[in-house]
């Protein structure tokens, strides 16, 4: 579900026509609505109410910060996976003691910032990052809070690179090796045990491969009792699933249904990592018609935006839905809709049934709020969007459109060049 909706033929953000902001800040441009933001976060708040639980938005997902106060004004927690992102989330308001800090690649200056910051738990993805956390906690007087990342081997079925909780994947420990690690980071004198997580892979639409990896975490649990280990925080990750195409995913009251039942004797609290289905459908990409091109039998619609501002289509070949921010009834055609960067790779939808398009025309990408301007780059040496969240009538700047400037910023010429 979304708010971006027509009113006659115009499609609006809210209450706001898209071609009124196109106008005043150009193309492409990101367009965020508060409104399903805010409902969608209260999707998993209310779903979990009648439990303990924290929702820690997953940065990687989109990490503006006006988006992630948004977030935070409701009570909502992080999942972050760098430094990085724990500045942002901090930055914007997130409390250190609601965010977990997952990444397998975690370096010595983060876990330090990250331990000094107070937050709730490290997700630890192996033995050798253990013993890292554990000498950095002893240096820094600091005893830190960890759950391990155990890798449940559970097939998310979704597109195998952004599944991650198979055997094959770098993600996590073993479940196998599990009690072992855990009695290990037991005997360490600057580690403090509190949690599980798991994360099993992204755009889940079914339930089973919750319920399968919460069963396995369950007995994991379990198992370390008689070690003297008790969990606190069962960290369930993230992975719901959006509507893109025509996917059904369940909503978070159908899985917290069926998880409740199954913890609801154990004093955890619950996390979850949701990202996607908070901010992916509360996000569109507009982008306008520069040329128009036949190629041999194929046509080409040239826009304006490329995989450097949502790299999903080139990627991942994600599906996103195409509108026209103005409806017409020009006559049906199928076209690819390609960007302007060098790549063949460059496409937002291939052979597209749409309506002829015209030069200047206005298209909105769809579902764009994750995973777009997070993966966005300069690449082609291309100027990332502006972003706008709308709220009801009021729109508002919340990222300005780099200028040429920012493409050289940091940068130095060495004085064998001067
Ligand atoms: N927690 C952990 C540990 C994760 O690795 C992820 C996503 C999440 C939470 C959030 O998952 P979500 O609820 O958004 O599915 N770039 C890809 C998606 C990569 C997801 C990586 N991990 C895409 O555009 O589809």
Avoid: W
């Amino acid at each position: 579900m979304h708010d971006f909706n027509y009113k006659k033929s115009e499609l609006c953000a809210e209450n706001v026509p898209v071609r009124k902001m196109v106008e005043k800040f150009g193309t492409p441009l990101y367009i965020y609505s508060y409104k399903t933001l805010v409902r969608h976060y209260y999707a998993f708040e209310n779903a979990f109410n009648g439990y303990p639980h924290i929702i820690c938005f997953a940065l990687k997902a989109n990490s503006n910060t006006a988006i992630l106060k948004t977030l935070a004004k409701e009570g909502c927690g992080a999942d972050v996976v760098s430094g990085g992102e724990l500045y942002l989330a901090m930055k914007a308001g997130i409390p250190a003691n609601k965010i977990v800090y997952a990444g397998v690649g975690k370096t010595g200056d983060e876990i330090r910032y990250a331990l000094k910051s107070g937050i709730l738990m490290f997700n630890i993805e192996s033995t050798d990052e253990l013993k890292a956390v554990n000498k950095i906690a002893g240096e820094s007087g600091i005893k830190a809070p960890i759950a391990f990342r155990v890798n449940p081997n559970i097939n998310a079925s979704t597109h195998p690179y952004i599944s991650t909780g198979l055997k094959k994947h770098k993600f996590g420990i073993p479940m196998e090796r599990a009690i072992e690690n855990y009695r290990l980071a037991r005997k360490m004198s600057n580690i403090n045990i509190i949690g599980i997580h798991c994360h099993i892979g992204s755009q889940i639409t079914k339930i089973s491969p919750f319920i399968d990896a919460l069963k396995k975490v369950l007995l994991l649990s379990k198992k370390l009792k008689p070690y003297g280990i008790n969990i606190k925080y069962l960290d369930i990750g993230g992975g719901l699933g959006i509507t893109y195409r025509n996917e059904v995913s369940p909503h978070p009251a159908d899985i917290a249904k069926e998880i409740i039942p199954l913890i609801s004797n154990n004093n955890f609290t619950l996390i979850l990592e949701p990202g996607r289905s908070i901010v992916g459908n509360a996000g569109i990409l507009v982008t306008k018609v520069l040329y128009l091109k036949k190629s041999f039998k194929k046509e080409f619609v040239i826009v304006d935006a490329g995989m450097n501002d949502l790299i999903r289509p080139s990627l991942y070949e994600a599906y996103h839905h195409i509108l026209p921010v103005k409806k017409n009834k020009r006559t049906e055609m199928h076209a690819d809709i390609v960007g302007p960067i060098c790549e063949s790779g460059d496409f937002f939808a291939r052979e597209r049934k749409i309506n002829a398009p015209a030069h200047g025309d206005l298209l909105a990408v769809m579902s764009a709020g994750a995973y777009g301007f997070s993966m966005s780059s300069n690449y082609n040496g291309r100027l990332r969007p502006a972003e706008i969240l709308v709220k009801e009538s009021e729109y508002s700047v919340i990222r300005e459109r780099e200028t040429y400037m920012d493409l050289f910023r940091g940068e130095k010429i060495p004085g064998f060049l001067r």
